[in-house]
């Protein structure tokens, strides 16, 4: 039975003196001891990160970090969630598993323990290996020492490609790239976040690419700006989910519709919507989803399509497909209600006529397209009644309102919103807005006159969207008035986002770092959060997608 992490301490006293005694295997010892508590069941290895991940808040607190992200640094705190994880594996193994099983666990690290390094050639088809055995080798190959490693890199190479195949994406472009960017424990995390089975879709892996290029901290391009990078708390809704729910609802003559006239598929498009807005999500996804909305809890979300042709690095199919909204602010079975509703909304899109023609126009009509689908808590804040994303928008790492062969033109522009935007999916150029220059920061032409005049928002009280004026949110004590509040006109205003050099240099090395890596001129779609802090706002960057520009 699982236990809190102070019901008694003499019991996690006596695993920590055994352990103390194996400086070196210490590591090695407690994973096993993780690995047991997980395949008994007493706690998840979901449910032992997130309960680690909230200690470590914790303790952050009780040290006087007020502010953490900006306080504490990516290796301290690192450091910090090592130190917690060591300490709730032994506390939770010896109120449930007990010194019996410890002392089985190390004499079994003893007897094996030249075995890591031993293992330096692959002794089964990574093709066709179980999910656990590649994660287990991969981590193994994770471990060794450079010298070692260099001697096994082509394997390890070989297991992450298989992975990616299988959760991410088989286009050989996108694979190019990702076996670079994604190390075994990045492939890990998505696996355990994963609902059902299949990949995670393309508008998925963007976003988790472009996180893991700007996240490393020893990249060529640009300063280090890994502490300022991060995306939502994300989960994923396999790929082949999609076919068990048409299949489970008898809806399966719809898998052809993309073999009709447009003027057909634009007449039977209705019926589709209706039939899968009607349809029953398989059982076991369904308690997966009950789970995913507790560690929401209350938080305003998003469901987001990602089939597996969106933000392909060799075309873009991104905004074809639904994204929905989702409050959250009612009753446990009318929230629960809502995300099935959301789910359906966004199957039901894969049908979309206008998505079958942009397949069409690229010659995509034969690709057995499937749906994947992210879930995702919205960024941002709440204000009395009202949450809203403080700034969401898109950069573009070229220019393309610049002069043609104007030099300032590969410093990127962006796109600025405040509050809710559902322009995130569509291309740039369609969706008018305030466009700022990064190569002289300042506003694109006239755009400084598209600036908003109304904000959409999340009305908590009424479980509901709402568009406001923009003098309704934007006061002098709104979270972030200060630094989007013109005074003298009480109107939204980017200067002070402009003026900053901190802000331009983070934006201007997000897009560099993603363009070089890619090959190609890139769009990412981004949330903002400022962080006020003693000298001045920082910043905190959440990717939400990125894909190519061309």
Request: overall charge negative.
């Amino acid at each position: 039975m699982p236990t809190g992490p102070l019901r008694s301490i003499t019991p996690t006293i006596d695993v920590y003196i055994k352990l103390a005694q194996f400086p070196i295997l210490s590591d090695r010892i407690r994973l096993r001891m993780r690995e047991e508590l997980f395949r008994r069941g007493i706690i998840s290895k979901t449910d032992f990160e997130q309960e680690v991940k909230d200690l470590a808040i914790e303790s952050q607190r009780r040290e006087g970090l007020n502010n953490p992200t900006v306080q504490e640094d990516e290796s301290s705190w690192q450091r910090r969630l090592d130190t917690v994880r060591d300490l709730h594996t032994d506390n939770y193994f010896a109120h449930n598993l007990g010194s019996s099983l410890l002392e089985q666990l190390i004499d079994e690290v003893l007897s094996n323990q030249d075995k890591a390094t031993q293992a330096v050639e692959l002794t089964f088809n990574p093709e066709i290996a179980p999910w656990a055995l590649l994660f287990e080798q991969g981590e193994v190959y994770d471990a060794l020492p450079p010298p070692e490693l260099e001697k096994v890199k082509h394997h390890l190479e070989e297991i992450k490609v298989v992975l990616i195949k299988r959760l991410l994406s088989d286009q050989l472009p996108f694979i190019r790239v990702a076996k670079h960017v994604f190390s075994i424990k990045d492939l890990n995390w998505i696996y355990e976040r994963l609902i059902g089975s299949g990949k995670i879709g393309g508008k998925a892996g963007g976003m988790l690419m472009a996180w893991h290029i700007l996240e490393k901290a020893t990249h060529d391009f640009g300063p280090d700006i890994a502490r300022q990078v991060t995306i939502p708390d994300t989960y994923f809704i396999g790929s082949e989910i999609i076919y068990e729910f048409l299949l489970q609802n008898k809806m399966e003559r719809f898998v052809n519709q993309k073999y009709l006239s447009l003027e057909e598929m634009r007449a039977q498009y209705p019926e589709i919507v209706q039939n899968c807005l009607a349809g029953k999500i398989p059982n076991y996804i369904m308690e997966q989803l009950r789970d995913v909305l507790n560690r929401l809890n209350g938080r305003p979300y998003v469901v987001r399509s990602s089939s597996l042709l969106e933000d392909h690095l060799d075309y873009d199919f991104a905004g074809k497909y639904a994204s929905v909204f989702c409050p959250n602010q009612g009753h446990p079975q009318e929230n629960f209600e809502a995300l099935l509703d959301a789910i359906r909304r966004v199957y039901a899109s894969t049908f979309n006529p206008d998505a079958m023609l942009e397949r069409q126009e690229h010659g995509l009509i034969d690709y057995d397209e499937r749906m994947a689908i992210m879930i995702q808590p919205l960024i941002g804040y709440q204000y009395g009644r009202y949450f809203l994303p403080t700034i969401v928008g898109a950069g573009l790492s070229q220019n393309p309102w610049a002069k043609q062969h104007d030099n300032r033109a590969k410093d990127g522009c962006l796109r600025l919103t405040l509050g809710l935007d559902e322009r995130v999916d569509l291309p740039m150029e369609e969706g008018k807005a305030c466009i700022i220059s990064l190569s002289t920061p300042d506003y694109l032409n006239d755009s400084q006159t598209l600036i908003q005049k109304k904000v959409k928002v999340v009305d908590l009280e009424d479980n509901d969207f709402k568009l406001l004026p923009i003098s309704k949110i934007l006061q002098v004590d709104y979270p972030d008035g200060r630094y989007l509040l013109d005074t003298q006109t009480n109107q939204l205003t980017y200067d002070h986002l402009i003026a900053d050099e901190k802000f331009i240099r983070l934006m201007r090395t997000a897009l560099t770092r993603l363009e070089k890596t890619y090959g190609v001129p890139v769009q990412f779609e981004f949330a903002l959060e400022i962080i006020d802090t003693p000298s001045g706002p920082d910043y905190k960057l959440y990717i939400l997608q990125c894909h190519t520009a061309v």
